[in-house]
């Protein structure tokens, strides 16, 4: 009679998640013993980066994947980035060695007493098996909820002497479906609204890039002849941001953002939250006369958007339907955005400098991974995206993704065979909250390029007090810290990149390399505005 675990093993291969990220704790080893040949497993020093690592593949593959935690501990390590991977939508299955059924009552060493809670409100879906033959059909059923709409991780914890146990019937294996398309008579109205309007905007989320709509998105647009915005703090791009219409990135304060759509009466939302604020800066959630349309797959958004009419559908479905519906307009399109000044190349180089010697070496195919808070404005404003699928980051704001998210990307541009190039833009404070993702990259011997802007500060912190008025926080200076020499340790190629015509040559030579290379570029220490 098959095993427990040999069926869940038998299940995994049919549902296509033969890669396991993890790092390996006691509580999993009766899952992982005799690993299987035609499985991988990934292996991180630590769990929060096996959990950004399976996020960053999961994206760019646009499949679920699978990542194996360690009891209580090990799931709490992991848990900032688990935060992540629920803004970001990503469909993780989740799973943590729990203690010998024998022993749960007296709750010996590494027991988790309330496994399905810990990780709660961060998965759709928490559970322990009420007996071992469950388990094989719990990981079903986690897969068809990770991958509905709104996508998101779920979380399992499974005995560890489950998996010896003889198995029931294997479960059935099911397809589910992962888009849903919006209802006729809202999708009309919100198209004879659009249509009706004096002057629309059209806000862009992440969604769209998820459900490969970027050719939708152009087609309403230059059918409305509407001024694009990405949706703030995104964490993939909707539109292609050379695009005359195109407009920017909405500051992420109620007030600003309000400020930035004044003089349009109708506001198209697609794809992303209503909205994602932060700092607090009081004001009007729209400007007076202005009405917001919003479209999401997200009930939850929907309901806790505090403006706005809502029509539930599949961003890229939306699209193509409202392309359809609308009529031409009878307008001039907008004018061009303004380009921005010559940068400033120091010394010390500015980051406007940094990232404009970046751009005019970036490879026209490249996938940017980015974990830079203080400088993403000019970042942002030098590189922008021209494909899909070419830019990824935390929705979460919480640090530590960015670094193993690019590794998971990296092994998947592997994997599918596209190869495209992918370079992290990491801050120097960053970095170091998940810096063991590069030996995983260094031993999967991924031609990572890793630029690390060093400015020896949590700038972005620094921003913040002189806004809210806090000075003399501690903490917020970083000296002393070797980025080169930590990542040579970790088997990894490192040149410190000290004049900006010097990057192009370090970049080829990163990407055409066999393992990852980090690129610390000196910038300056000037404290940028937070809005």
Excluded at 105 to 117: F, M, Q, S, T
Excluded at 338 to 359: K, T
Aim: aromatic share 8%.
């Amino acid at each position: 009679m098959a095993t427990v675990r040999e069926t869940t093993y038998d299940l995994l291969r049919a549902l296509d998640l033969t890669t396991v990220f993890g790092n390996p704790g006691s509580t999993e080893e009766p899952f992982l013993q005799d690993f299987p040949d035609d499985f991988r497993y990934v292996h991180a020093l630590h769990e929060a980066s096996a959990v950004a690592m399976a996020d960053g593949y999961a994206q760019a593959t646009g499949r679920p994947a699978h990542v194996n935690l360690h009891t209580a501990p090990g799931t709490g390590n992991g848990m900032g980035n688990l935060v992540t991977a629920w803004h970001n939508k990503t469909p993780l299955i989740v799973t943590a060695g729990q203690q010998t059924r024998e022993m749960l009552l007296i709750e010996p060493r590494l027991a988790n007493p309330r496994a399905a809670e810990l990780t709660q409100p961060y998965v759709k879906w928490a559970y322990e098996p009420a007996r071992a033959q469950d388990i094989p059909a719990a990981f079903m059923r986690a897969y068809a909820t990770a991958v509905q709409p709104p996508a998101g991780p779920v979380f399992l914890s499974l005995p560890l002497d489950d998996w010896d146990q003889p198995a029931a019937a294997a479960p059935v294996v099911r397809t589910v479906a992962t888009r849903y398309a919006p209802d006729p008579q809202r999708l009309r109205e919100f198209a004879d609204m659009v249509a009706a309007s004096r002057s629309p905007a059209l806000v862009l989320g992440s969604a769209v890039d998820r459900a490969g709509a970027w050719p939708a998105a152009v087609a309403l647009a230059e059918r409305l002849a509407a001024p694009v915005w990405s949706a703030p703090a995104p964490e993939r791009t909707a539109f292609p941001e050379d695009h005359p219409h195109f407009r920017g990135v909405l500051p992420y304060a109620i007030g600003p953002l309000a400020e930035a759509l004044r003089g349009h009466d109708t506001v198209l939302v697609i794809g992303a939250p209503v909205f994602r604020y932060y700092p607090y800066v009081p004001g009007d959630y729209l400007p007076d006369g202005t009405r917001l349309l919003h479209v999401t797959d997200d009930p939850g958004e929907a309901a806790r958007a505090p403006v706005g009419d809502s029509l539930l559908g599949d961003a890229g479905l939306t699209l193509a339907a409202l392309a359809d519906l609308v009529p031409p307009a009878d307008r001039p399109p907008p004018p061009p955005r303004a380009a921005p000044p010559p940068p400033e190349f120091g010394p010390p180089l500015s980051p406007d400098g940094l990232f404009a010697a970046l751009a005019e070496h970036w490879p026209p195919d490249g996938v940017l991974v980015q974990e830079s808070p203080s400088n993403l404005a000019a970042l942002r404003r030098r590189l922008p995206a021209t494909r899909p699928g070419s830019y990824f980051t935390m929705a979460s704001g919480g640090l530590g993704f960015g670094l193993p998210a690019a590794v998971g990307i990296a092994l998947a541009e592997r994997d599918t065979g596209r190869g495209r190039p992918v370079v992290a833009v990491i801050g120097d404070g960053s970095f170091h909250y998940s810096v063991q993702a590069l030996w995983t990259a260094a031993r999967l011997r991924l031609p990572l390029a890793v630029v690390v802007p060093v400015n020896q500060q949590y700038a972005i912190l620094k921003s913040f007090a002189e806004l809210k008025h806090t000075p003399g926080v501690p903490g917020l200076d970083l000296p002393g810290l070797d980025v080169t020499a930590v990542a040579r340790g970790y088997g990894c190629a490192g040149e410190v990149v000290e004049r900006p015509e010097r990057l192009g040559e370090a970049l080829r030579a990163a990407l055409a390399a066999d393992r990852p290379t980090v690129l610390p570029v000196p910038i300056s220490t000037d404290v940028p505005r937070l809005l």
